[in-house]
């Protein structure tokens, strides 16, 4: 089975500041309902996590640098969670996620790269 990170993008920070609690209960739903459908689907969940508000971020400038407080990118899409699925049907999965971008939220499914797809450190030597 291949392995695959779909990370959640959109306003992350709705959550916590401009969504009432009846907003965010009803979307928490949905995500119950999007684990409910993976299951259906034969999909495996191996990880993932919510993640907190853009302001307890910390980051580190590309090519190192001192640390700062916040997201780097000033932008207002965030990634706002992620989760990893195993699974040997990529169409099907990416539709369960359909659920989650009802919600508002962008979806990005990538392929996990396999460790044994990575060059040895006996192929550089050579």
């Given at each position: 089975?291949?392995?695959?990170?779909?990370?959640?993008i959109g306003a992350a920070d709705r959550w916590w500041t401009s969504m009432s609690l009846a907003e965010r209960t009803d979307?928490?739903?949905?995500?119950?309902?999007?684990?409910?459908?993976?299951?259906?689907?034969?999909?495996?969940?191996?990880?993932?996590?919510?993640?907190?508000?853009?302001?307890?971020?910390?980051?580190?400038?590309?090519?190192?640098?001192?640390?700062t407080d916040g997201p780097y990118a000033e932008t207002v899409e965030q990634v706002g969670g992620y989760y990893q699925i195993?699974?040997?049907?990529?169409?099907?999965?990416?539709?369960?996620?359909?659920?989650?971008?009802?919600?508002?939220?962008?979806?990005?499914?990538?392929?996990?790269?396999?460790?044994?797809?990575?060059?040895?450190?006996?192929?550089?030597?050579?």
């Amino acid at each position: 089975m291949a392995q695959y990170t779909v990370l959640i993008i959109g306003a992350a920070d709705r959550w916590w500041t401009s969504m009432s609690l009846a907003e965010r209960t009803d979307g928490y739903a949905q995500y119950d309902k999007l684990g409910e459908a993976l299951a259906a689907g034969g999909h495996t969940i191996v990880g993932g996590a919510e993640l907190t508000q853009t302001t307890q971020a910390r980051s580190i400038p590309a090519g190192g640098g001192p640390v700062t407080d916040g997201p780097y990118a000033e932008t207002v899409e965030q990634v706002g969670g992620y989760y990893q699925i195993e699974t040997d049907d990529l169409d099907g999965m990416v539709e369960c996620f359909q659920i989650i971008a009802r919600t508002g939220d962008g979806i990005e499914v990538r392929p996990n790269v396999n460790p044994e797809d990575r060059p040895s450190s006996d192929e550089e030597a050579s």
